[in-house]
């Protein structure tokens, strides 16, 4: 699910469901690796899990993203990692992340599992208003390269493939894969539109690994009229926000469940 775009409680009472029929497991920044893994170590819990929502965002998918994950940045070539190092504040060794690594192994890590909290409320994390947030420039203009240089980053095949195999996983347990888009500002729209290129190469690369998927929801605030007095920022919505596009989007859980899956179409067609 996405952590803060989508409350469990909506789907729930629209659904006439019970407590707990349905949980946000999201985690912040979670890249298809990451995921992947959660669930494998949970797989005792989920595996009957009839439908699995996944959020689709091509920017988790970007080779650049591993900036937000101190483990992945290990996939980077040493090109994109001093291209990387240049724009933003990353540790000055590009070995670093091991050390964290060899921690979590030795000290038993178990961040992955699912707490008993995080059940018992549902898992979802909603977010106040904030459209002072609205247009923001990230620093050194981060936002506005995102999606550059495809000569040295683009979508990262192995994010792909992890997608590949949650989604695998979720099915051979007799589930159903669904991708979700939330909605996000036109400000957020307009850096996306503004790289048809990176859209072009995403998309080949996702029906060839991923193939056929069943897929809801818009990137269109206008679909949901939604206000920007409805976001936290230009890429997520507030607790509002959230609810509105959770009650249209999610009315009906069995006529989902029934959708048959097709190719990726560009995304803003959705």
Known sequence: MSLYGIPPIVITKTNQLIKNDVINISSNAATPLANY????????????????????????????????????????????????????????????????IFKNIFSNNTKCKISEHRLNNSGFIGRPAHPERLKVTPKNGFGHFIY???????????????????????????????????????????????????????????????GETVLIGSRDMRKYKLTSNQFFDNGHLSVRGAIIYTKKEFSNIQRIHNLKPEKLKPLLQY
């Open 148 to 210: 550059e240089d495809l000569n040295l980053f683009g979508p990262s095949t192995i994010q792909l493939k992890y997608i590949k195999k949650l989604k695998d996983r979720v099915e051979a347990n007799g589930g159903v894969f669904v991708f979700v888009l939330t909605p996000r500002h036109d400000y957020a729209i307009d850096v996306y539109r503004s790289h048809p290129e990176y859209e072009k190469l995403f998309l080949e690369q996702f029906n060839k690994i991923v």
């Open 37 to 100: 893994s959660m669930y494998i170590m949970n797989e005792k819990l989920l595996k009957n899990a009839d439908i699995v929502f996944y959020s689709l965002d091509p920017w988790i998918y970007n080779e650049k993203y591993y900036k937000h994950r101190p483990y992945e940045r290990l996939l980077w070539k040493l090109d994109q990692y001093f291209f990387m190092k240049e724009y933003l504040d990353i540790p000055d060794s590009y070995f670093s992340p091991l050390t964290k």
